[in-house]
Nanobody, 124 residues
Framework: QVQLVESGGGLVQAGGSLRLACVAS????????MGWFRQAPGKEREFVAG????????RYGDSVKGRFTISRDNTKNTVYLQMNSLKPEDTGVYYC?????????????????WGQGTQVTVSS
């Protein structure tokens, strides 16, 4: 059974930083790409960042490019999201997800496994 457990969310002032972590279990972690998504109230879940299984390529949503960094440690079955220069519009529930392949995918339908989410709130 695949489990993804996020941590690191919280309340931060605009301009601040947070680091999210997601620990995975149940499948061979190094076989699959990982993604971070977020969902604000009343909005659809959107792609934030993705990383290949082999840790050699990353992709980002336009709204977070240059501010967020995704990384992974395959020895610890963990994926991270470093969020800098946070803005109030970054507020939402952040989810990590494990895809069905080794390549980066951008749609929620391509991720069969999800964490429970962690709340990030950025105050102005």
């Amino acid at each position: 059974q695949v489990q993804l457990v996020e941590s690191g969310g919280g309340l931060v002032q605009a301009g601040g930083s947070l680091r999210l972590a997601c620990v995975a279990s149940g499948r061979t972690f190094s076989f699959y790409s990982m993604g971070w998504f977020r969902q604000a109230p009343g909005k659809e879940r959107e792609f934030v960042a993705g990383i290949t299984a082999t840790n050699d390529r990353t992709r980002y949503g336009d709204s977070v490019k240059g501010r967020f960094t995704i990384s992974r440690d395959n020895t610890k079955n963990t994926v991270y999201l470093q969020m800098n220069s946070l803005k109030p519009e970054d507020t939402g529930v952040y989810y990590c997800a494990q895809s069905r392949t080794s390549s980066i995918l951008f749609s929620t339908v391509d991720y069969p496994y999800w964490g429970q989410g962690t709340q990030v709130t950025v105050s102005s």
